[in-house]
């Protein structure tokens, strides 16, 4: 379960936005008056290396900085995170996160991605252990649980990786480390509940936002759900 009292945080992931009209589409999940918005607006970066697709990079997050106040949740699935990561970081981007799987020194990252003045994520595929990275969590401030293999949105979710969730959120409840636990991949509100319930901080939605009539509108429904559901566990 989540932390008490914690608000569920959405991170709506401009993947599934229009990449036409991107500042509109930023704006449609900020803050209004009825509404405090998005928390982060997630950021997909590949480079059909790392990953089959090719999406976009450091340019176009540097233009989106420039155009909205919603944090930068930088994802990058991406070969030599040692060098790409630590400019988007410099850029302004509040999170930055790399994945495991794509360098021998996560830890070295890290440390680069924070001393540039943002946040440092690691993410994990879902076929990936926690168990190998749990000594070196301590560096980082996300980890992001991958339920669909990165690299295209709109796939289903893989309700397995929970069980790495309830183990890492175990271990930041009995306060061993600070961390905030971020999902990615199939969270509508069919999954969102689920995924509330094994201790998720942070879940990135991509269609079940951009794909409602009212992005705006969707956010706040989909916190409303994940604030109910870890609620509703821990009673």
Not at 41 to 62: Q, R, S
Not at 198 to 203: I, L, S
Not at 216 to 225: F, T
């Amino acid at each position: 379960m989540s932390a008490p009292g914690r608000t569920p945080m959405i991170a709506p992931s401009i993947l599934s936005a229009d990449f036409a009209h991107l500042a509109a589409e930023a704006a449609a999940v900020g803050s209004a008056e009825d509404r405090p918005g998005a928390d982060w607006l997630h950021v997909d970066v590949m480079d059909a290396h790392f990953v089959p697709n090719l999406t976009l990079g450091l340019p176009v997050v540097e233009s989106l900085l420039k155009a909205t106040d919603i944090p930068l949740d930088c994802h990058l699935m991406i070969e030599d995170p040692g060098t790409w990561a630590p400019p988007y970081a410099e850029a302004g981007a509040a999170n930055v996160t790399f994945h495991a799987e794509a360098t021998d020194d996560p830890s070295a990252v890290a440390r680069d991605i924070r001393a540039a003045g943002a946040a440092a994520g690691l993410s994990l595929k879902p076929g990936t252990p926690l168990d190998g990275y749990l000594e070196i969590l301590r560096d980082f401030d996300t980890l992001l649980i991958m339920s669909v293999e990165p690299g295209f949105g709109g796939q289903k979710f893989i309700p397995e990786v929970l069980d790495k969730v309830r183990a890492i959120r175990k271990i930041v409840d009995s306060g061993q480390l600070r961390l905030t636990v971020e999902i990615d991949g199939g969270i509508n509100a069919d999954t969102i509940e689920q995924a509330a319930e094994a201790g998720v901080d942070c879940f990135v939605a991509g269609s079940a936002v951009y794909g409602a009539s009212d992005p705006g509108v969707a956010v706040e429904a989909l916190r409303a759900q994940a604030a109910a559901a870890a609620v509703g566990h821990r009673a």
